[in-house]
Each structure stands twice: as structure tokens, then as C-alpha cells.
Nanobody, 119 residues
Framework: QVQLMESGGGLVQPGGSLRLSCAAS????????AGWYRQAPGKERELVAR???????DYADSVAGRASISRDNAKNSVYLQMNSLKSEDTGVYYC?????????????WGQGTQVTVSS
């Protein structure tokens, strides 16, 4: 059984920063491509940033220059650093990771962590 657990969300003032963490646990062999997504109220889930196993990154235009995705393969973890936060960054943030476990290859989602940007 593989699980993803996000942490680091909360209430942040506009212009502030936060760091989201996503830790994978279970019978893990290896982590492959990973991404952070978000869903604002009344909107569809959208990609924020993604990172390959080798570290190549890609960002949504709305966060480019303000976000940094990273990973620690030894810790089975993926991170998202967000700076200069805006109200439109508010939403539930989900991590998504392709994981090779002893049970096979699967695409996993975390339960989500709420980020609210407000003064």
C-alpha cells in the first residue's frame, strides 16, 4: 500500500511564502514523475508544477518565477516553494506522483492541503 501525505498549507498574507511537502510511504521501490496541482473553489484542478525523476521542471504560466518544485528521491519526497503569493493562489493543493511499488506501477494522489492567501 502506498500513501502520499501533503503538509505545509495554511493561511498566508499576500506577498508571503510557503513550502508544501509531499511524502510518500509504503512499499516503495522508486518515484518517477511528480507534480503539484491545485483546485480553487468552483474551478477545475490545474497543474502548478511538475518535475521528472531526473529533476527537469515545468511550471504553469501563472506561477512561473514565483514557484520552485524540487524532490528528494532518498526521502521519497516532493516539495513546492511558493513566493510572492497572491489571492488567486488560494486553493487545495494536491501532489501527484508516479510510484513503482512492490505491487507495481501506479499513479497516486495525496489528500490535498488547503492554501489560503488573504489579509
Amino acid at each position: 500500500q502506498v500513501q502520499l501525505m501533503e503538509s505545509g498549507g495554511g493561511l498566508v498574507q499576500p506577498g508571503g511564502s510557503l513550502r508544501l511537502s509531499c511524502a510518500a510511504s509504503g512499499s516503495i521501490v522508486s518515484l518517477y514523475d511528480a507534480g503539484w496541482y491545485r483546485q480553487a473553489p468552483g474551478k477545475e484542478r490545474e497543474l502548478v508544477a511538475r518535475i521528472t525523476r531526473g529533476g527537469r521542471t515545468d511550471y504553469a504560466d501563472s506561477v512561473a518565477g514565483r514557484a520552485s518544485i524540487s524532490r528528494d528521491n532518498a526521502k521519497n519526497s516532493v516539495y513546492l516553494q511558493m513566493n510572492s503569493l497572491k489571492s488567486e493562489d488560494t486553493g487545495v493543493y494536491y501532489c501527484n506522483v508516479v510510484i513503482q511499488s512492490i505491487g507495481g506501477l501506479g499513479n497516486y494522489w495525496g489528500q490535498g492541503t488547503q492554501v489560503t492567501v488573504s489579509s
